[in-house]
Structures are given as structure tokens and as C-alpha cells.
């Protein structure tokens, strides 16, 4: 594994990156949201971001400051997707793996696993439409034209950012911030736990489960998909 390798994981990795700050919303991805949400300076993103435009992975909105994914750089992301995805299902089923751990090897993995051992994965896995979490797998991208129809987009209706005061259930987590999934595991919280807003801010809400209570940013709430309270 040399520079090569390595310069090749950032650029998917911000590419993934920058495909689910797309999903979270309408606007123009910043150089500010990637410093954040990656943890690297500004002028390091400034850095690669020259060099995603570059290779045509991302293009600058007109008029606007921030940027897209292009076709290239989307159907690109997809298959990190399903990469990642597929993987994780097949670790889960073969293995038992579960919770960070199966979730940081899929992202090691994903940049590796050739498309053909992906197919096959699918093959072995039964073509699933949705992993285990409830998201959705891309279909393999085949062509060099726009990428497919594909939406990973969170319902504002049930994002537990937007949610008020009141008991709900985990529908599903996203898995676009490990430092989340991190934080949810050693809380012991999972898809179909059931829990109670406490309270929300317009930078926080307060949870309970089963007793404990946990306080989660706005940004992280909004990986979190809830549903009704189920007995």
C-alpha cells in the first residue's frame, strides 16, 4: 500500500462524504461542513477539493458557494454505497459481526472489494433491496453515462432533529459519522429500541433510554430516523 493507495481511500472518502452531506440537504456542500464532519482544516479541504474538480468528481455550484458531486463523482459514491453495504450485510450473516465494529470493517473494506466479488456477494446475499439498517443498496452501476435514480435522502418528517417532546422508536441509523455510531453503541442503542425526547434546542435534544439519558447535537440527530413508539 503506497502514497497512491492512500491519496485514492481520501478521494472516495470525501466523495462518500460529500454524497451524504448532499442527502441532508438541498444546499451546496461547504468547505466548512467537510472540515467538520471529516475533522481535517479548511485548507485541506480547500486542497482536495481543487483536486476532486480536477478529476471531474465534483463541479462548483454558479453563483453559489459550494459544490456538487458530478455525474462521475456520484456514480462513484454509489458504489462505495454498495460496497459498503453489501459488505456489511455479508459480515453480519457469515460472521456475527455487529455494531462499530462491523461498521469500521466495511469502511476499510469497501476500498478494496473488487466489483465482480460485489456481484457475487449480492448473488450470495439474494439481491437484497434494503441492508439490515433499512438502507437501501444502489444497483451496480454499469455505464459511464448519469448515474441511476438513486435517493438516500432523509424524510424531514422523521428525523429525530425534528422531532419534539414525546416517545418514538429507532427506525433506522445512518452510518455517515462513526463517531455516532460510536457514541450509540457504548449507550447500547439500537435500531427498534424505543426511547422519549426529553427536551430540544436549536442545538440539541436530550433522549432517554431506559433510564439513562444522552444528549445529541442537532447535526448527529439528524442521522437518526424515528418512528412511533411501539409496545
Known sequence: ?????????????????????EQRS???????????????????????????EALHLVKREVGARGY??????????????????????????????????????????????????????????????????GAPIPCAVKHAGAPESFSDQRDAQSRLSGAGPGRYRVVRIHDDSSKLLELLDSAGVGVGMNFEVLSSTRKSVKLSFGGETLNLSLRDAASIEVGPYKL
Open 1 to 21: 500500500m503506497g502514497a497512491d493507495h492512500d491519496f485514492a481511500v481520501s478521494v472516495e472518502n470525501y466523495i462518500k462524504t460529500i454524497w451524504n452531506l
Open 26 to 52: 438541498a444546499q451546496p456542500v461547504t468547505n466548512r461542513e467537510l472540515s467538520e464532519v471529516l475533522q481535517v482544516t479548511r485548507p485541506s479541504v480547500s486542497q482536495m477539493v481543487q483536486k476532486l
Open 68 to 133: 456538487r458531486l458530478s455525474a462521475k463523482g456520484q456514480r462513484k459514491a454509489l458504489k462505495l454505497l454498495r460496497a459498503h453495504r453489501l459488505v456489511e450485510m455479508f459480515l453480519k450473516k457469515t460472521l456475527g459481526l455487529d455494531g462499530v465494529f462491523l461498521h469500521q470493517e466495511a469502511e476499510r473494506l469497501e476500498h478494496a472489494v473488487s466489483e465482480r466479488l460485489i456481484d457475487e456477494i449480492d448473488r450470495y446475499l439474494g439481491h437484497p433491496k434494503n441492508d439490515f439498517a
